[in-house]
């Protein structure tokens, strides 16, 4: 595991600002544990010349008494589905090969303008399809803890970059578990903040109204750190809402006294005993500090992975129209007419699973089968989204575990969808409602870490910060 | 004749291009008419990956107006659709509309066709994204995409199938014209395309049981709508005498040939997959909004201007319809009516307003308040026969085109002569000058007496009064 290990990020900040180090020294430390770990294959690839010259920009403007950011020097890593400049965009996909965008993501652009540097470009499943990278259209990262095994998915080049510790913090995108499942496989903190309070801006599309952007970091600090500079409105989503007045950063620890839903449906056989084991620990650790834990039912959490697998789909087939090899990416060159341009350069780009979510999304949308499957789905997930409304009456947080398995072995799933989707069951539910969750490392089974997934009420994203983080001093 | 007893059946689709600065979801700008290809594209226009729409607030205020303009309040609710297929000129691969929840659903447009008046009603408006344009270079192999115009806010007015001819369909469509003109809801450059007609027509002998229809597109002239009509009513009715059946498809209108034809084999069978765009919420107007859309559309509410205009008098309706072509002209006609002058003098300067002021000036702004006045005393003068018309007009043109005119010294150095004995000296002049003609008309020959007065005015540089002239004329030579 990481040889070295960074300091907090706003412990970095000062320290850049005070003189003790440079953005340059930052950013080269970076280059270098990414050059030293390249084995893992958490990274697409580096904005070298980009970084260090942000870098040498920052400690001049440092010198000559200029004010810089709360995150000035601060390096980070992207999944490669943000539109960064410096670096191709291209959401691990064939289609997007050679992207080079004309634009800037929001969160990048936020993160920028605080003096952060995005130093490279991580890994994912292509289009940000799946639970492993293994849908990645170039390769696959490797689990820091355990190389024959998958880093989760589809952030795992993020999460697995935080775990190798190659810069203090990354980003990655969460449409059904994207940020937490990795972050529970790689044993790290990954926030899936409130649908809305982070523009979606210059972040490829996956399912628009489930895709949320979040930071994947070593600690809650430094993600809470990281969700007050990248949330807030900029007029280019229609679909943010306000963000907390006060800073993500302000955060109340306490435990004693908070009511505590432990969801039953994620407690029961179909999760692995080892993982239940560590949730169980964990509780009794929060008993133990003065937390009320009751058991809560959540029925028709179960119908949340169904309904997520057509409305997604839905919505990835109309995202991915654009994809059409006629002004950007690629365009297959030999096609005799315009339908055979738009049939290979969509056959030849896409991989399967990008198809097949194409294909399912296609027909729930077709007329005729509109009623029974998308209306249908839509229906389930205003009763879904009533149920959690119901269990935040009653209790602050919900809790349980993020994934129903540890890190599975590389090609253990590839060959069954079914199985892979399923390790997403216990966090589609929060995309659906919109809430905001975090998986928190919470101990280890058979020596891979195991996530604890903390839920709570939309908008309630300081209240889980701060509950996490007097979580996380538990252990 | 068997074929007088087919009923036709129409409705018009009519997308009108809303008067935004920038497009509908990009704050990039609308007007194309001049810009190089590609030149008016953000990221947004070109479908890059992350690119999310932004809804043009201003777009869903001129269709408010426009719903009011139709007679209807808007709808506090609506939504946004994705529309999918594939072109080129499509660069998202879905186009965005207003599907199940369009923000206008009802109203009517009064029409009148040769003196008989008819409400025809209106289905629903819908507000939408245009495409880009495709051209296809004759000769080439390949063909160009301009995106331009890809993301222009549109506002497709749907009517019902209540028109049952091709001049009650050009009725339509140009009443259609002035009420989205007036409203100022879109500037309506029918050349640009500010205005296309999509037309629906059916023919039946059974009025409760309709034939079927084909639609002829993107009609962008009156003319065009009224011709295409017109054929396809001819056309269907002989396929039917002929025994064949009409095939229900889209047509495109040839001008040059003044006839539709099939674009059958183009057209595929569409599932546009239309579903709710994640990215954009419904949008939920609130009554202070829609209230506010309100009173900025009575300032210009066409049906009760016209209704003003037609109960002071002055003016045909033909004259009404040229005026309601320029929203300006309204305006100034509007001000010269509050001025309650003398019915003549009123009438005098609405015919120069509509039928001679337009000939020289650049642009309808040119109708400026300051100029109500000085037209009034023209009249005025012309009026009392303190100038002749041509003097008169001479007054108008000098007063919109030079800044320095002085009305009432213009009026005074023109003024028209109508001394008696002043006029006598000049006309025995002119006679004494031009014997043969005075000749003739002492003779009986009438029409010399015109050249004898074109004379008088041309010795008077026009300001003799011409009817006293005359009188003078003829008391001299005795006729």
New interface residues.
């Given amino acids: 595991m990481p040889k070295y290990i960074w300091k907090s990020i706003s412990d970095l900040a000062d320290d850049v600002k005070s003189g003790k180090t440079t953005a340059t020294e930052l950013v080269e430390k970076s280059l270098e544990l990414i050059e030293e770990n390249e084995e893992f294959k958490p990274i697409i690839a580096v904005i070298k010349d980009g970084s260090l010259k942000r870098a040498k920009e920052i400690d001049s403007a440092i010198k000559s008494g200029k004010k810089v950011g709360r995150l000035a020097g601060v390096p980070f890593i992207a999944k490669d589905n943000f539109l960064v400049y410096g670096a191709d965009t291209t959401a691990a996909s064939n289609i997007l090969k050679g992207f080079d965008a004309p634009y800037q993501s929001t969160a990048i652009n936020k993160l920028e303008a605080e003096g952060a540097i995005c130093v490279a470009k991580a890994n994912l499943d292509a289009f940000a399809h799946g639970s492993s990278t293994e849908n990645s259209d170039f390769f696959t990262t490797l689990n820091p803890h355990d190389k024959t095994r998958v880093p989760g998915g589809s952030s795992g080049g993020s999460a697995a970059s935080v775990a190798l510790s190659l810069a203090p913090f990354s980003l990655g995108s969460d449409t059904g578990g994207s940020i937490r499942q990795p972050a529970s496989f790689c044993g790290v903190v990954g926030l899936k903040p409130t649908y809305g309070i982070v523009g979606r801006s210059g972040v490829v599309a996956m399912g628009s109204s489930l895709d949320v952007i979040g930071p994947i970091a070593k600690n809650v600090e430094d993600a809470a750190t990281v969700l007050d500079v990248i949330s807030g409105k900029d007029g280019l989503d229609m679909t943010m809402i306000d963000r907390d007045k006060e800073s993500y950063s302000k955060l109340d620890k306490t435990i004693k006294g908070k009511k505590i839903g432990l969801i039953k449906e994620y407690m029961d056989e179909s999760v692995d005993p080892e993982v239940i084991k560590v949730i169980k620990e964990s509780v009794d650790k929060l008993v133990a500090s003065g937390a009320i834990v009751e058991e809560v039912s959540l029925p028709l959490s179960k119908l949340g992975l169904p309904a997520y697998y057509i409305l997604c789909p839905a919505e990835v087939s109309s995202n991915l129209s654009r994809y059409d090899g006629q002004r950007y990416g690629y365009s297959y060159k030999d096609a005799k007419d315009l339908s055979e341009s738009y049939m290979l350069s969509r056959d030849v780009g896409f991989g399967d699973e990008a198809k097949r979510r194409i294909m399912i999304g296609t027909y729930v949308l077709s007329s005729g089968y509109y009623d029974a499957y998308y209306k249908k789905a839509q229906v389930v997930r205003t009763k879904i989204i009533e149920e959690s409304d119901k269990a935040f009456s009653k209790f602050d947080f919900l809790v349980g575990p993020t994934t129903p398995t540890t890190a599975f072995k590389i090609g253990d799933k590839t060959g069954d969808p079914i199985s892979m989707y399923l390790s997403d069951l216990m966090t589609v539910t929060a995309n659906l409602t919109g809430c905001p969750s975090m998986s928190i490392p919470a101990g280890e089974a058979q020596g891979l870490p195991v996530g604890i997934q903390i839920i709570a009420a939309q908008r309630k994203d300081r209240e889980l910060l701060g509950f996490a983080k007097g979580f996380e001093e538990l252990n | 004749m068997a074929k007088s007893e087919y009923i036709p059946t129409i409705g018009i689709e009519c997308h009108v291009q809303l008067k935004t600065d920038t497009k509908l979801f990009a704050a990039v700008s609308n007007d194309a008419r001049s810009a190089e290809p590609n030149t008016l594209v953000s990221?947004i226009c070109?479908?890059?990956?992350?690119?999310?729409?932004?809804?043009n607030e201003r777009a869903v205020e001129l269709s408010c107006k426009a719903a009011f303009a139709l007679g209807v309040s808007p709808q506090k609710f609506s939504k946004f659709d994705?529309k999918?297929y594939?072109y080129?000129d499509l660069?998202?691969?879905?186009q965005i509309s207003q599907f199940s929840d369009p923000i206008v659903v009802g109203g009517h447009v009064d029409i009148e066709v040769d003196g008989e008046k008819k409400k025809i009603g209106i289905v629903r408006a819908h507000i939408e994204e245009d495409a880009g344009k495709t051209t296809h270079p004759a000769g080439k192999d390949y063909?160009l995409?301009d995106l331009n115009r890809a993301g222009t806010p549109l506002l497709e007015i749907v009517s019902e199938p209540e028109i049952h001819s091709a001049k009650e369909a050009k009725a339509y469509a140009q009443k259609l014209y002035l009420l989205m003109k007036y409203a100022d809801v879109s500037d309506v450059d029918l050349y640009h395309g500010n205005m296309r007609f999509d037309v629906n027509v059916s023919v039946s002998k059974d009025p409760k049981n309709l034939g079927t229809r084909t639609e002829t597109k993107n009609l962008n002239s009156f003319k065009a709508v009224e011709r295409a009509v017109e054929y396809e009513i001819k056309r269907q009715i002989e396929e039917i005498e002929k025994g064949r059946e009409i095939i229900q498809e889209t047509r495109g209108w040839d001008d040059a040939k003044q006839k539709t034809t099939s674009q059958r084999g183009k057209e595929e069978a569409h599932?546009y997959?239309?579903?709710p765009d994640?990215?954009?919420?419904p949008l939920n107007l609130s009554d202070q909004f829609i209230k506010s859309a309100q009173l900025a559309f009575e300032k210009k509410n066409f049906y009760v201007i016209r209704e003003k205009l037609v109960k002071a008098g002055h003016l045909s309706n033909q004259d009404l319809d040229t005026l309601f072509n320029n929203p300006e002209a309204v305006d100034f006609a509007l001000m010269i009516i509050d001025k309650k002058v003398k019915t003549s003098v009123a009438e005098k300067v609405l015919d120069w307003v509509i039928n001679v002021i337009p000939s020289f000036i650049d642009d309808y702004s040119a109708f400026e308040s300051d100029k109500v006045d000085p037209l009034i005393l023209l009249a005025e003068a012309y009026d009392e026969e303190k100038l002749i018309s041509s003097r008169a007009k001479e007054g108008v043109k000098n007063l919109f085109k030079d800044e320095e005119f002085n009305v009432s010294e213009f009026i005074k150095q023109n003024e028209t002569v109508s001394d008696e004995s002043e006029l006598e000296i000049i006309v025995e002049k002119v006679l004494s000058e031009n014997e043969q003609a005075a000749n003739d008309v002492a003779n009986g020959e009438m029409k010399a007496i015109g050249f004898l007065v074109g004379q008088i005015m041309k010795a008077t540089k026009g300001k003799a009064n011409p009817g006293m002239v005359q009188k003078i004329i003829k008391q001299k030579l005795k006729v």
């Fill in positions: 990221h070109f479908g890059l990956p992350g690119a999310l729409p932004a809804l994705r999918h594939f080129p660069p998202k691969g879905y063909s995409v599932d997959r239309y579903f994640p990215d954009i919420p």
